[in-house]
């Protein structure tokens, strides 16, 4: 099966050279302005005949009565088919406030073979510290289903344990911000690089008018995941600021050379910067050859234009008994990638070639397999 059909690769990686601007919204996020995950323990009742007997959904059944002043025979054992115990999970938004809803997901913590069609009750769902900050109950939407016949065979499409009901939650609190403290403000790169950071504040300089020859600087790199902003202190203000803050365009420094390699679908994708170093590799009985030739291009008679050096990539593939893949110093995997794609070669023999140019160091970045 040809390298192309079983991935693609990411060849894409290749195709341009060119940085890119991109919005500072699109590359970092505010310090402290971040959602919370809040969960909880409920019930959910009115299914058809697909809940559980387990002894915690009878005791949860039992604790639920007991609220409502209805007392059960201890030796009594109720039938509660119709009921499952469900884990109920949510994110509270930054910025939310009491009154508004967000939606949550419920999903079976016990044998209920389904909850299509049932409807959660009041849960309580807490964040980290323990407090209730907001409140779940409405009829469960569920895309999964399941079928079972007398002799055991079953059909199960999706999933029928999950279901998520849409604004679901009602918040009864928010959680406190630091966004209107201090008066400054940390944006934090969603992935660290130095040269990046810099960047962002040179260009937060730029646009806002500092000098920072003359030490007035509004933005300052702190490390590599953080920069430093003077904002006003007015919330008003503040928000404004930001408004026009988050729309700026910089162009981030390139990505680090790396190659991710996912075994279990055979997905490569490799950086554009990545380069190999002299190598020989031994494997099946391919033999490709690449090397790149410097050619000079002169002006023509009339003097117009400038002498300049061109490179040439020559790619030579044989599928004689040779097992030596050859190389010359420089070349990128872009090249060794197609010379082996042309033989129709699996994605198995690729990743054992970059393995190996990995453990002999001829591999110019990093190789990650996930």
Not at 84 to 107: M, N, R, Y
Not at 357 to 363: E, R
Request: proline content about 5%; hydrophobic content about 40%.
């Amino acid at each position: 099966m040809k390298l192309w059909y079983v991935s693609l690769m990411a060849l894409m990686a290749f195709t341009s050279q060119m940085a890119f601007a991109q919005r500072i919204k699109d590359v970092a996020d505010i310090q402290g302005v971040r959602s919370n995950q809040l969960v909880g323990y409920g019930l959910v009742v009115g299914l058809p005949g697909t809940g559980e007997q387990s002894p915690f959904t009878e005791q949860s059944f039992r604790t639920m009565l007991s609220n409502f002043g209805i007392s059960l025979d201890p030796n009594t054992k109720p039938k509660i088919k119709n009921v499952a115990a469900v884990a109920v999970h949510a994110e509270l938004p930054p910025f939310i406030k009491p009154g508004q809803t967000i939606d949550i997901t419920v999903s079976s913590v016990g044998e209920a073979s389904s909850l299509r069609g049932g409807t959660l009750l009041q849960t309580f769902l807490k964040g980290v510290d323990g407090n209730v900050y907001a409140v779940a109950q409405g009829s469960l939407v569920v895309s999964g289903f399941g079928a079972e016949g007398q002799d055991g065979s079953r059909i199960v499409a999706n999933t029928p344990t999950v279901g998520r009901i849409p604004n679901g939650a009602l918040v009864e609190q928010s959680v406190p911000s630091g966004f209107a403290n201090g008066d400054s403000l940390t944006l934090n790169l969603h992935y660290p690089d130095f040269s990046t950071a810099k960047r962002l504040a040179d260009t937060i300089n730029e646009r806002l008018g500092a000098q920072p020859d003359q030490g007035y600087v509004i933005a300052t790199p702190l490390d590599a995941a953080s920069v430093k902003v003077s904002a006003p202190r007015d919330i008003g203000q503040r928000v404004g600021f930001l408004a026009t803050l988050e729309n700026f365009e910089f162009e981030p420094a390139d990505a680090p050379a790396r190659v991710v390699i996912n075994s279990r679908t055979g997905t490569i994708v490799i950086g554009q910067d990545v380069r190999l170093l002299p190598a020989a590799i031994t494997h099946g009985g391919l033999t490709v050859t690449i090397a790149e030739n410097q050619q000079v291009s002169q002006p023509n008679a009339l003097g117009e234009g400038q002498t300049v050096v061109t490179t040439q990539s020559l790619v030579d593939v044989d599928l004689a008994d040779s097992r030596m893949f050859k190389f010359e110093p420089g070349i990128t995997l872009d090249q060794l990638v197609r010379a082996v794609n042309e033989v129709g070669a699996a994605p198995g023999d690729l990743m054992a070639i970059l393995e190996a140019l990995q453990q002999a160091g001829a591999l110019r970045g990093e190789l990650v397999i996930i």
